[in-house]
């Protein structure tokens, strides 16, 4: 297989394929980070409006970590996962207090950042920093898995596609290789005819798909209706609008006869950083 031919069919086919993300437009450490963080476990269509709000208020990490944790996680609402909220504010002063306000662009010292692991770590040095290493979000890993015919252990997987990237393209490689697994190399519906590299992919449609584990019903992620991570949403939500004492807690969340399981989510969300109580006024947002 021709690697370089491999990389010219895709970045051709992304210069008239490629979608426009406000994000695209920016090389500012900050604003890729604050995309990335967004766009963990949520849909690009809903990050998009919720970006461009959020930079404009906070366009620089010496803003965000001035602003109170409260007023972060408000401008969170409809993203989900409210954790990652906390850990921007948190990063946000840590950039400030140890990187004089820049964000770091070395891969340790990214990983010494709150919510910030290898994915979310090297997406920001390539698309910031625009060096060449290889990002290996779901999208990219379902690609390299088909075209290579096989599943990659987590180590392989980032060995191998760091080795695909060309040089001097890391930016655009990744960018196309995002597309390409959003928008043709999809995980239930893959369009093969319209694939950029199906003539150098290995699984090319047929057979058991490489990039699909084997799961059984009992390895079955645990379903959001009735979840505790759906009670944490529906408290967080709540106290956006206003402060919850602790009898509300139950109605609130959506518990109704289970107090225990109430306060231990409560507590989990104190922990978590996402809320405060005291006796007086009850639940809030941290100030």
């Known amino acids: 297989m021709d690697h370089t031919e491999q990389q010219k069919a895709l970045i051709q086919w992304w ?43 906070y366009p620089t990490p010496q803003k965000c970590s001035e602003a ?21 504010h948190r ?22 950042l709150p919510g910030i692991g290898p994915y979310t770590a090297r997406a920001i040095l390539c698309f910031a920093f625009e ?39 890391g930016w655009i490689w990744n960018q196309a290789l995002m597309d390409l697994g959003s928008e043709v190399c999809g995980s239930r519906s893959p369009d093969c005819d319209r694939c950029p590299l199906k ?14 584990k084997k799961t059984s019903s009992s390895s079955m992620s645990q379903s959001f209706e009735g979840s505790d991570r759906q009670g944490r949403g529906k408290l967080v939500n709540t106290l956006r609008s206003r402060r919850v004492v602790i009898s509300e807690l139950e109605e609130v969340m959506g518990w109704n006869g289970d107090p225990e399981r109430c306060r231990r989510v409560a507590a989990g969300l104190i922990k978590d950083g996402l809320v405060e109580y005291n006796d007086t006024e009850g639940y809030g947002l941290p100030s």
């Open 199 to 212: 003539n150098y992919c290995l699984w090319k449609g047929e057979g058991p798909d490489p990039a699909k």
């Open 68 to 88: 109170p944790p409260s007023s972060i996680i408000e401008e969170w609402e409809g993203l989900g996962y409210n954790k990652r909220a906390i850990n921007l």
């Open 15 to 57: 210069q008239t394929s490629s979608r426009d993300l406000p994000w695209r437009q920016t090389r500012d450490p900050w604003l890729v980070m604050v995309s990335e963080l967004m766009l963990q476990q949520t849909q690009v269509n809903r990050v998009i409006p919720k970006y461009q709000h959020f930079i404009e208020k």
């Open 131 to 169: 060096q060449d290493v290889g990002v290996v979000d779901v999208n990219i890993n379902r690609i390299i898995s088909r075209v290579i015919g096989k599943m990659l252990s987590p180590l392989e997987m980032q060995i191998a596609a760091d080795n695909f990237v060309p040089t001097g393209e």
């Open 91 to 112: 990063t946000s002063q840590l950039i400030v207090e140890t990187h004089s306000g820049k964000v770091p662009n070395t891969l340790n010292e990214l990983l010494e």
